[in-house]
């Protein structure tokens, strides 16, 4: 059957193969075309990674400019005008009177930023590691792959938190709050590389044991080199799909952190923070401070997620 | 002549792709009468398994009959509803598929499977259905059936597991069996078996076979009737001496004299030109500019002295635990300048080991082996990296030797910088001069390998063997993956590199008839063991040993094409 539909393929005219064009007509994009899921999950993503890269230039103030914030305005309902002040808030405020929308924008910015690093992070130290594994295997694939068993015994939140109590604990206190974000970064990090290096320690060993890399073997190539130009290439895909959901499960894992009150500090609030600080007004009657960035973040979370189980339905040959 | 139990009436499939609507089988006709063979033979993508596949009812969608009609034993079939199908399917037409591993299920031992399926369709009490279940476990001569009944699938061999499977499909009294490539998985010998059986039950059971293969050697052995079907299309239909003796169509004669004669040695095979689109391989281009290699010191380039590999049967901590068995086996031979040495044996015998050590693949374990004097195993690095300049390697599976990730002109250009031929980044006229030699497209430099057939990769991989100007060439089964036409083009490229370029090579494969049109000297391995050893002329005129004579008459009898 595949037989028959490479050769319809192979007669197809080949197009001028500029990138674009190639990522254009490529299976994926079509897929991508009909899926009404995966494009409704893309502009909320795309929606919402924008809206906090361009944070400054979108939100009507600054919520952590001292300057412009007027305590007059806490606790102002979404959409209408203070009593005090008069002024009105889509979103309203919080107790110091800080505009929630903003806060949001903000706060997104600093739960996207570290999602994205920390699965940058995972994604790096999971690939080295996995590749490590697959390729060379023998002892060092046993104490790699060891070490990812013992670590996944304990439910990642734990090993977050435990990375990031150890780094808070060794960071100086003058530089706690600044450094916090990065020690987040670093504990998610350090807590999701297992399942990077799995998948491409699976993957490594079945492209190992192909033609290609045979080839390049006695051509005389060095194993790092086989490694990094043969078979990266060709695991890179599952990994790609893994990255996504691992996306969603950052952010969340932040939130998660942030709101446990070990995360972002309420100098920087994250999504995460901006809960944590909500829920205390919640049986008082000023919901919104809370409502609004859950919302947010379970609209980031959901449409990361599903463009995820798109993308790996999309490339997993199988499904087709 | 008796009535046709099936028969399929200008039958096409569509599938609708992003691409427009693709017909794999347009306009098919033919018939299958009681106790008959009907070989449908043709190259891949000719259409002829989705054939088989619309007559089980077992289309993947988005593919589906569109027109046409099938008939079975007097009522239409094709029009059923799936749920019909499903009841038809396996009780009066049953199939056999390609992969005996995969058809039978691992979890369940092959009397469960048996029983069941006879349960399924036959409605008889446990133990008649264990009853039958035996009795056709010894109709497909399983030797002790009673014992066999309760083994796993894992405990049988190929060969075994796929007598099982027909039985499986006997299990009902099918009127006819769609048998899909059913020996192209299994061992020549084992391979004649299983034909033996198919032809003998279809003639005591009258059943009705169509039997989709791209081997004509099964076709000859095995057929009454014959089709022929190129590009979705049947172009040509009759006996199979018919077929065989005397082509009709331009298409089957191409076809038919691209088939290796495992008897008469020919100088080229002719060029199919029905269809061909390729290129010629610019063999004098080439010459013109290749350092011809300087002869080796003895005469003998490549010796291998008692070579033996051990693989871990069982990993155990301690050494004394483990358990090995030999994969080559004191394996001795020579390979002199400008000769093709061919191995042959069945899977298992070793062969492609052997190819393996002498790449630097695998480790050696025991003996030596000597490349034009140096021992291998003690090189030290600079003159490991001349030696792997000298030699190259063609595998078998050209989907999966060439990086996937990779444009043609990178994958080629590698060993060329590898090796200090030319700098990185300068490579790219040389590059194309190679490609365009070998008969490639001159926008094959920035494609990638997926969108080549079979046939162009195995050109692309012939590109980068040659770009370091290698003496000695591996061949490692390089046309077992490739349709006969194909193959025929590719080992006539391989006779003018080892003729125009004095190129020395080791062919490993497990065909006969390409073995004995290929090589100069035959190596036998049987079991990690070399059986014996002699000028392929005289090997196979009159072979030594009892295992050659074995592996020759197993070769299928192309007779009649031999008028």
Known sequence: ?320 | MTEPILSIRNLTVDIPTRYGLFQPVRNVSYDIRPGEIRGVVGESGAGKSMTGNAVIGLLDPPAFVSQGEIWLAGRRIDTLSAEEKRSIRGKEIAMIFQDPLTSLNPLFTVGEQLVETIQLHLNLSADKAKARALELLNAVAIPDPEERFNQYPHQFSGGMRQRVVIALALCSDPKVIVADEPTTALDVSIQAQVLDLIKKLAEDRQIGVILVTHDMGVIADTTEQVTVMYNGEVVESGTTDQILGAPQHAYTQALISAVPRPHKKVHRFPRVTYGGRENAFKIEDLARDWHKPEASQSGVLLRAENLTKRFVRKSALLPSNRTYFNAVDDVSFDIRDGEVFGIVGESGSGKSTVARMIATLHSIDGGHAYFDGADIAAMDKAALAKYRRQIQMIFQDPFSSLNPRMQVGDIIAEPLWHHGIMPRGKTEPRVRELLDKVGLARDAYQKYPHEFSGGQRQRISIARALATQPRFLICDEPTSALDVSVQAQILNILKDLQEHLGLTMLFISHDLPVVRQMCDRVAVMKQGKMVEVNDAEALFAEPREAYTRELLGLMPKLALLEN
């Open chain 1, 1 to 320: 059957m595949t037989e028959t539909t490479e050769t319809r393929t192979a007669s197809i005219p080949a197009k001028a193969p500029t990138r674009l064009r190639r990522a254009l007509d490529s299976d994926l994009f079509y897929a991508f075309r009909r899926s009404p899921v995966a494009m409704v999950s893309a502009a909320v993503a795309a929606l919402l990674i924008l809206a906090a890269v361009f944070a400054p230039l979108v939100a009507p103030t600054n919520p952590f400019d001292p300057a412009s914030l007027n305590l007059m305005n806490g606790f102002t309902p979404p959409g209408q005008a203070n009593a005090f002040t008069g002024d009105s808030f889509w979103l309203g405020t919080d107790d110091q009177g800080r505009d929630i929308f903003s806060t949001i924008l903000y706060g997104l910015r600093i739960s996207l930023f570290v999602g994205f690093s920390a699965v940058l992070l995972a994604m790096v130290l999971g690939i080295i590691l996995g590749l490590l594994a697959g390729y060379v295997g023998g002892w060092t694939d046993t104490i790699i792959m060891r070490a990812a068993d013992v670590q996944l015994t304990f439910p990642s939140i734990l090993v977050a938190m435990l990375i990031f109590g150890i780094a808070k604990g060794i960071t100086p206190v003058e530089y706690r709050d600044q450094m916090a974000i990065w020690v987040l970064i670093l504990a998610i990090g350090l807590s999701d590389w297992v399942q990077f290096a799995r998948v491409v320690r699976g993957s490594a060993m079945v492209e190992k044991s192909k033609d290609y890399v045979a080839a390049a073997q006695m051509i005389g190539r060095p194993s790092l080199a086989i490694m990094l130009r043969h078979v990266l290439p060709n695991v890179m895909s599952p990994v790609l799909v893994i990255a996504t959901i691992s996306l969603a499960l950052a952010i969340i894992a932040e939130a998660t952190l942030s709101f446990l009150g070990v995360g972002a500090p309420p100098t920087q609030p994250s999504l995460g923070t901006l809960i944590r600080i909500g829920q205390g007004f919640l049986f008082s009657g000023e919901w919104w401070i809370l409502f609004f960035p859950a919302c947010t973040l379970l609209a980031l979370a959901l449409a990361v997620n599903l463009l995820g189980d798109w993308l790996r339905d999309a490339l997993n040959p199988r499904l087709k």
